[in-house]
């Protein structure tokens, strides 16, 4: 079983290891260095704030993508600190969850493309929905590569990703994507915390399905409530849709 994450937008402020070096997909490798050039250009315009789609107050993160190349690293385990991470509290995993992780979690990223938990990298700003010119819409660019390498690997895939990175690889009909509910609406910052939530509880329980069904019987076991949708069309994703209350 793969489950697929976003990056966050929180983030640990430095490394402390040495520059990037060896990534998990090193297929990736040379679209990562497209990148990884073509930010740090993007990165010294003038109008680097608009392109990159942040805003004046982000100013300061044009740094870090200017010194990507000899930044010091951290792993991805530890980079990332938005809500979906904090509630995964992938620090506080026993030994055997923690071997889960890292076998299972796969991490979206506009810069990198796909990594591991314990791959290295340095701090960085740089979202999938970002329009890099000349390379385009970066989910475009990277979704033949991606596609590619993660076509090969077996198993249902837990889609628990945002909807900017999804374009960058669609598993199709053996993936399960993930949406929380609310009152019969989707919530966005309860939706991060509940998906950190169950990626941590199905690593913690060794729970393994194989299918869609094992997962909504898995999850509905864990004290979760979901309604599972099968895909609408050949292809398609089957939709897992959890829902929460306030107290959830």
Request: aromatic share 6%; no cysteine; net charge positive.
């Amino acid at each position: 079983m793969l489950m697929l994450l976003p990056p966050s937008e929180g983030k640990a402020p430095e490394g402390d290891g040495p520059p990037v070096g060896e990534l998990s997909f090193p297929a990736l490798d040379r679209a990562r260095k497209r990148v990884i050039t073509t930010l740090v250009r993007a990165s010294k315009r003038r109008d680097a704030l608009g392109v990159l789609g942040l805003t004046p107050g982000l100013a300061g993160e044009l740094a870090k993508n200017t010194a990507l190349k000899t930044a010091p690293t951290l792993s991805a385990a530890d980079l990332y600190t938005g809500v979906l991470y904090d509630n995964l509290a992938l620090r506080t995993l026993d030994g055997e969850a923690r071997r889960r992780a890292e076998e299972s979690l796969l991490i979206f990223s506009g810069l990198w493309g796909v990594v591991r938990i314990t791959d290295r990298i340095p701090p960085y700003r740089l979202s999938m929905g970002v329009n890099l010119p000349p390379l385009g819409g970066l989910a475009a660019f990277w979704r033949p590569q991606i596609t590619k390498e993660l076509d090969r690997i077996p198993g249902l895939v837990v889609d628990l990703r945002s909807a900017t990175y999804t374009g960058a690889w669609q598993p199709g009909a053996r993936s399960v994507t993930v949406r929380v509910f609310r009152d019969g609406k989707v919530v966005s910052h309860m939706a991060k915390a509940t998906r950190g939530e169950i990626a941590r509880a199905l690593l913690q329980q060794d729970a393994t399905p194989s299918t869609a069904d094992e997962l909504a019987k898995t999850l509905d076991a864990l004290g979760y409530t979901v309604d599972l949708t099968p895909p609408s069309r050949p292809n398609r994703p089957w939709t897992l849709d959890v829902h929460v209350t306030d107290a959830s």
